[in-house]
């Protein structure tokens, strides 16, 4: 038997912010980034919640990648105020510091059931519909994604007004990190035709909209699209799950800081070559991985050709660099040129140890060796 179940209410849309007037909950504490207040964007969720006779209260303390010590300072925070709801206004990272601080707070003192209402300002992560939240142990330099349906939130509100002010660097990170997300739910071995479906149409919206939106952030129908497309890939790895391209972007993120979308990006080639074990040199064959179709069907929506498996692969993996070359994201490590290469390679070891531990290697097409995993590492720096 499986199940498909979507936990969280989606409302989308111009004026959906209008949905914070309504909330059923007298006492809000919005979680947030700086970012969020001193552009004043901030005023976009309070003005419907003063509207709506809402008393609130701010923790704006978030930075990237929920290091563990800022999400203690919101759990302080959280027990101080002890609020009905939730309202975490950022990208995945505020989000999942939202996640991680009702669940710490409320096993420390249960006093209430309290809601989280999830307001993306990216279109990136899905974390409005999932049920992971990833956290950053800033002192042994992991990133661990936590998994419980109780992390998931109970409303998301997906207003692409608030996505308009991202840069460009971030729109290309965030979403690749969608695009990631699509790719890698579709070919996880836990895919069923609900997920695959969620993830296709994320796909095809990729295809059209991510690069609109990237050379024109005020293109708000681009916007909107990638807003949904994130979302809906979001609701796809949260049954699917995803594969090592996201094991491995854990380490990048933890260990050199690299933005998560962007170590996606920087990885996915590699990985759709180690999976599908098809790279420039391959030849067809008679049979292939399942992985392979799956890859083709994924060429097929983007609308790439599809003239046979190997091909297909082959359009897939070139369509990737494309976005990267085309968006300014860096196709080696090398080229970024702010890591030496005796720091990475001195990490390479425990990365890779790392990452095959890691909660989204269990659903990868392909289960990888320790060694696989360093060699994809290594060949990431050329
Ligand atoms: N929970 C999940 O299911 C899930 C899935 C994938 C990734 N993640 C995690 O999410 C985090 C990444 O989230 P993210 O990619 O959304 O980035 P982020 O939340 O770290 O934000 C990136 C940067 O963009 C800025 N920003 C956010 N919204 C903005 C806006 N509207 N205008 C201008 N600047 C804005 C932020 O202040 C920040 O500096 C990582 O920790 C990653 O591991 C979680
Ligand atoms: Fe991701």
Not at 318 to 343: L, S
């Amino acid at each position: 038997m499986q199940t498909f179940e979507m936990r969280t209410a989606i409302h989308f849309g111009e004026n959906s912010l209008n949905r914070l007037k309504e909330i059923p909950y007298k006492r809000v504490l919005i979680i947030t980034d700086p970012y969020v207040v001193e552009s004043n964007m901030i005023d976009l969720i309070t003005e419907p919640l003063k509207k709506g006779g809402k008393e609130y209260d701010l923790f704006f303390d978030v930075v990237p990648d929920a290091p563990i010590d800022k999400i203690a300072a919101g759990v302080r925070k959280f027990l101080e105020y002890q609020p009905e709801a939730v309202v975490a206004v950022g990208g995945g990272s505020a989000i999942d510091s939202s996640k991680a601080i009702r669940e710490f707070a409320l096993k420390i003192n249960p006093y209430a059931e309290v809601s989280l209402i999830a307001v993306p300002t990216t279109s990136g992560t899905g974390s409005e519909v999932t049920s992971f939240a990833v956290v950053n142990d800033i002192y042994n330099h992991v990133k661990y994604p936590l998994v419980s349906d109780r992390l998931t939130a109970e409303e998301a509100i997906l207003d692409a007004e608030l996505v308009r002010s991202v840069p460009p660097a971030v729109t290309a990170d965030t979403g690749m990190d969608v695009f990631t997300h699509a790719v890698e739910s579709y070919v996880s071995t836990a895919h069923n035709e609900f997920s695959a479906a969620l993830a296709e149409k994320s796909i095809e919206i990729c295809g059209v909209f991510l690069l609109r939106a990237y050379l024109d952030g005020n293109d708000m129908h681009a916007r909107q699209k990638m807003h949904v497309a994130s979302c809906l890939a979001g609701l796809s790895f949260n049954t699917a799950g995803l594969g090592i391209t996201h094991s491995m972007a854990h380490q990048l993120g933890a260990v050199f800081h690299i933005p998560h979308g962007r170590a996606n990006a920087m990885l996915l080639p590699h990985i759709v070559e180690y999976n599908s074990g098809i790279d420039k040199y391959s030849k067809s064959q008679k049979e292939y991985p399942p992985a392979v179709k799956r890859y083709s069907n994924i060429a097929h929506v983007l609308g790439l050709s599809n003239y046979n498996k190997v091909m297909s692969v082959h359009s897939l993996v070139n369509w990737i660099q494309f976005m990267q070359k085309e968006m300014g994201i860096p196709m080696t490590i090398r080229e970024m040129r702010t890591i030496a290469p005796e720091d990475y390679f001195g990490a390479v070891d425990r990365m890779a140890e790392a990452a095959l531990n890691d909660a989204c290697t269990a659903t990868n097409p392909k289960t990888p060796t320790k060694q696989d995993i360093m060699r994809i590492y290594t060949r990431l720096w050329e």
